[in-house]
């Protein structure tokens, strides 16, 4: 860590004791905990510009969450340079949802996972959080963004795909307050046995099938964790064409 970051996070969270790099990174980030008198702080680095801005908005979603009750970790400060930014937060003793379904025993222990992930995703689609904007049009501005890292040749998704995706806009539904990136990476199993969102860039009030396609995409052909997944989730079921919609279409530009 150079000696100007090392300052400037020592601003916020005091002297630093230590620091490690954890073994589970995430796809557009360096993740390391940092120890200080303080407590255990998450750093959370990027350095290409589409992930810092991204890193960026993760940040302005925390602050405005502290306080609420959308379990999160806490925020503590975002430092950027010219090349890189860093996102600082509470650092929360746990495992992924992804590792914890991995080192489930039996298939009971993973259905039960499953379940509560269905039951933690219904709780945030109920949630009523006034500090989060609400778009009227949340799904149009996806499709914007889309457009944009299409242009610049950062999606994997073509503009043929995305002007289908303007042309086949499913039904509008309700927004909610979602998480936007719902996949088992990006959830926390604590020490406790709670769960806890992180990656959180892309909550927000917005189209609640978004993470719900996302949620179900992996256990898809699996009859019955889809079924314990339903167990928890019990507010709505997406058809066949709003999964596709949403599964070969929108996910393929973020
Ligand atoms: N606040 C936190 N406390 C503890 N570990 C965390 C925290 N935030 C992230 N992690 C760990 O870092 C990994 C990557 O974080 P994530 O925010 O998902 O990065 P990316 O945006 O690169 O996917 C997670 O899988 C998790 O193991
Ligand atoms: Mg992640």
């Known amino acids: 860590m150079n000696q100007q970051l090392k300052g400037d996070i020592e601003q916020i969270i005091g002297p630093i004791h230590e620091r490690s790099r954890l073994a589970e990174q995430g796809c557009t980030s360096e993740v390391s905990q940092v120890m200080t008198d303080k407590g255990s702080f998450l750093l959370k680095s990027s350095f290409q510009d589409k992930y810092r801005e991204w890193l960026r908005t993760e940040a302005g979603v925390l602050e405005r969450l502290r306080g609420e009750e959308v379990p999160v970790p806490r ?10 930014s860093h996102l600082l937060m509470s650092f929360e003793e746990g495992v992924s949802l992804s590792a914890a379904l991995e080192n489930a025993n039996s298939d009971g222990a993973r259905k039960s996972l499953i379940r509560a992930f269905g039951r933690f ?5 109920q949630m009523k959080v006034p500090s989060l904007d609400s778009s009227p049009v949340w799904m149009d501005e996806q499709l914007a963004k889309a457009e944009n890292y299409a242009k610049r040749g950062e999606a994997d998704g073509s503009l043929e795909l995305l002007q289908k995706l303007k042309e086949d806009k499913p039904a509008p539904v309700r927004q909610t307050m979602i998480h936007g990136d719902c996949n ?8 406790n046995g709670g769960l806890m969102w992180i990656d959180v860039a892309g909550m927000a009030i917005g189209d609640p099938r978004y993470d719900e396609c996302l949620a179900i995409r992996k256990l898809r052909g699996y009859a019955e964790y889809i079924e314990a997944f339903y167990e928890g989730y019990t507010r709505y079921r997406v058809s066949e064409d709003e999964f596709t919609y949403f599964n070969n279409g929108l996910y393929e530009f973020f």
Do not use: P
């Not at 995703?121 to 689609?125: E, M, S």
């Open 75 to 84: 925020y503590q400060g975002f430092i950027e340079y010219k090349d890189s």
């Open 121 to 125: 995703l219904l709780d945030l689609h």
């Open 184 to 191: 088992t990476d990006n959830i926390l199993v604590l020490e």
